[in-house]
T-cell receptor, first 115, second 113 residues
């Protein structure tokens, strides 16, 4: 029973390029969350999605960032025109249901480095 | 503004000792408090979680103590081992209409042999 899968594990981009991060939730999970972790800091919520719907994007910057979770395939976090400040670890988590007491299971993360 | 405050930032404990990490929160709507363990280069892994209707939960060497009136909770690691060396994050969830976790800033634990 595979856990949450993320790819790529490491991504290097030059300023101005686009970064695409992919997340496949655990089997049977239809709720996906994206978090960002800056060096030496805790994780910060970015966006919460269900299949084909963005439920809460209150933590995501309004510009350059977008997320989707299509009916088929992984969830995608897209960062356009990356800047050095986007360098961070991006983690995806999934849960089988919504609800305040549902456990979220995290993937191994994608470490983005912007040169 | 930090919704969950965590201390200490780093902790060094002798093998066999007790590691204690503390967290505090303000939002009384939180009703789920997990602890995550993260090794370098890995994602956070759920260690143990508590709900506010109990004051303590124990799983093996790991215990959460929860003080609802003080809005504080802590993680105790008994008989700490070098393999416990990792970064530990407390978190909270449960605001009405939100499903995201609010994380503390993390505690880097080092257990020395």
């Amino acid at each position: 029973n595979a856990g949450v899968m993320q790819n790529p594990r490491h991504l290097v981009r030059r300023r101005g390029q686009e970064a695409r991060l992919r997340c496949s939730p655990m089997k049977g999970h239809s709720h996906v969350y994206w978090y960002r972790q800056l060096p030496e800091e805790g994780l910060k919520f970015m966006v919460y999605l269900q299949k084909e719907n963005i439920i809460d994007e209150s933590g995501m910057p309004k510009e350059r960032f977008s997320a989707e979770f299509p009916k088929e395939g992984p969830s995608i976090l897209r960062i356009q025109q990356v800047v050095r400040g986007d360098s961070a670890a991006y983690f995806c988590a999934s849960s089988p249901r919504a609800g305040s007491q549902e456990t979220q299971y995290f993937g191994p993360g994608t470490r983005l480095l912007v040169l | 503004q930090q919704q969950v405050k965590q201390s200490p930032q780093s902790l060094i404990v002798q093998k066999g000792g007790i590691s204690i990490i503390n967290c505090a929160y303000e939002n009384t709507a939180f009703d789920y408090f997990p602890w995550y363990q993260q090794f370098p280069g890995k994602g956070p892994a759920l260690l143990i979680a508590i709900r506010p209707d109990v004051s303590e939960k124990k799983e093996g060497r790991f215990t959460i103590s929860f003080n609802k009136s003080a809005k504080q909770f802590s993680l105790h690691i008994m008989d700490s081992q070098p393999g416990d060396s990792a970064t530990y994050f407390c978190a909270a969830k449960g605001q009405t209409g939100a499903n995201n976790l609010f994380f503390g800033t993390g505690t880097r634990l080092t257990v020395i042999p």
